[in-house]
T-cell receptor, first 110, second 113 residues
Framework: EDQVTQSPEALRLQEGESSSLNCSYT??????LFWYRQDPGKGPEFLFT???AGEEKEKERLKATLTKKESFLHITAPKPEDSATYLC???????????FGTGTKLQVIP | DTEVTQTPKHLVMGMTNKKSLKCEQH?????MYWYKQKAKKPPELMFV???????INESVPSRFSPECPNSSLLNLHLHALQPEDSALYLC????????????FGPGTRLTVL
């Protein structure tokens, strides 16, 4: 069974204080690993897809990386508007279902 | 058009009511999904439609009835719900039928009294 574990559960940063969120996964035949951002009461917003170990994707202050067992979401010089819950999800090859982690709730304080 | 829309935004219903949730996408995506999300939990898959046919039902109780009238529209019919069914209901779509990145709507906040 596919498993996704995210850490930490919650993270509080000062504005400008860089950090990383972790997503550890166990899946048979990874087809894709996805990062989403979710604001309270809203639907998840797609950020990145990573397909193979060594791959990296960047968007503004966010950078996602992938190894064979985990993915990191690096946040450089965060701003208060980066506050949200960040969800990681994995998909096994040839299968439509995506398995979500429980998320990391990020709070960036001015 | 690069978004998934959902109506209504909020819904309050009694346990004997019948109501429907609606989802639309005009991105030409061939797969559409219904998720249920409780507070502080990740989205939980309920149903998947591929090319307008139901391909996955995650053992959802029959009081939830999905319908896909065409490639752009997805409905979720609700009947005789329980208070524990109160949650945020999310619709998503993806370009391919073998998954890939999913794009979510804003959700419908459902309260069952």
């Amino acid at each position: 069974e596919d498993q996704v574990t995210q850490s930490p559960e919650a993270l509080r940063l000062q504005e400008g204080e860089s950090s990383s969120l972790n997503c550890s996964y166990t899946v048979s035949g990874l087809r894709g690993l996805f990062w989403y951002r979710q604001d309270p009461g809203k639907g998840p917003e797609f950020l990145f897809t990573l397909y193979s170990a060594g791959e990296e994707k960047e968007k503004e202050r966010l950078k996602a990386t992938l190894t064979k067992k985990e993915s990191f979401l690096h946040i450089t010089a965060p701003k208060p508007e980066d506050s949200a819950t960040y969800l990681c999800a994995v998909q096994a090859g040839g299968y439509q279902k995506v398995t979500f982690g429980t998320g990391t709730k990020l709070q960036v304080i001015p | 058009d690069t978004e998934v829309t959902q109506t209504p935004k909020h819904l309050v219903m009694g346990m004997t009511n019948k109501k429907s949730l609606k989802c639309e996408q005009h991105m030409g995506h061939r797969a559409m999904y219904w998720y249920k999300q409780k507070a502080k939990k990740p989205p939980e898959l309920m149903f998947v439609y591929s090319y307008e046919k139901l391909s996955i039902n995650e053992s959802v109780p029959s009081r939830f009835s999905p319908e896909c009238p065409n490639s752009s529209l997805l409905n979720l019919h609700l009947h005789a719900l329980q208070p524990e069914d109160s949650a945020l209901y999310l619709c998503a779509s993806s370009q391919g039928t073998l998954g890939g990145e999913q794009f979510f709507g804003p959700g419908t906040r459902l309260t069952v009294l």
